[in-house]
C-alpha cells in the first residue's frame, strides 16, 4: 500500500512536472542568480545557500558519474566558495545562460581520481 501511495503521489506531485533542471539557484538562470547575489549580503547568500548547493550538486554529479563510468572526479580541487564565485563570475558575463550549464562544464572540467 505504501508503494502504491508513493507512487501515485510522485504522479502528481508537482515537482514531476518542473521546468527547471534542478531545485535551488543551480536549476534557475544566470540573471536570477544574479538578482538573488544582489538581496542578500555575500554571508547569507555564498556561505548559507550557495556552499551547499554547490557541495550537493558536485556530489550528486560524481555518483551519477561513477554510475556511468566507475570512475570518480575530485571534487575539493576548488572551495565550494571559490566554485560559487566561478559560478557568479560566469553569469555576470552570460546573464542569459543557465547556472546548471556552468555547473555541468565546471564538473566536467575536474581531474578524475585514482581508484
Known amino acids: 500500500m505504501k508503494v502504491f501511495f508513493a507512487t501515485f503521489f510522485l504522479l502528481f506531485s508537482s515537482l514531476v512536472f518542473a521546468e527547471r533542471s534542478s531545485l535551488g539557484f543551480i536549476g534557475d538562470s544566470c540573471s536570477s542568480l544574479l538578482d538573488m547575489d544582489q538581496q ?11 556552499v551547499s548547493e554547490v557541495r550537493g550538486f558536485l556530489t550528486g554529479a ?19 566558495e571559490e566554485v ?23 564538473f566536467y572540467s575536474l581531474p578524475d581520481a585514482d581508484l
Open 84 to 106: 560559487f564565485d566561478f559560478l557568479v563570475t560566469s553569469c555576470r558575463m552570460k546573464p542569459s545562460e543557465d547556472v546548471f550549464l556552468f555547473m555541468t562544464e565546471y
Open 40 to 50: 542578500f549580503s555575500d554571508e547569507e547568500f555564498k556561505d548559507v545557500f550557495g
Open 62 to 80: 560524481n555518483v551519477f558519474y561513477f554510475m556511468q563510468t566507475d570512475k570518480l572526479k575530485i571534487i575539493d580541487v576548488d572551495s565550494a
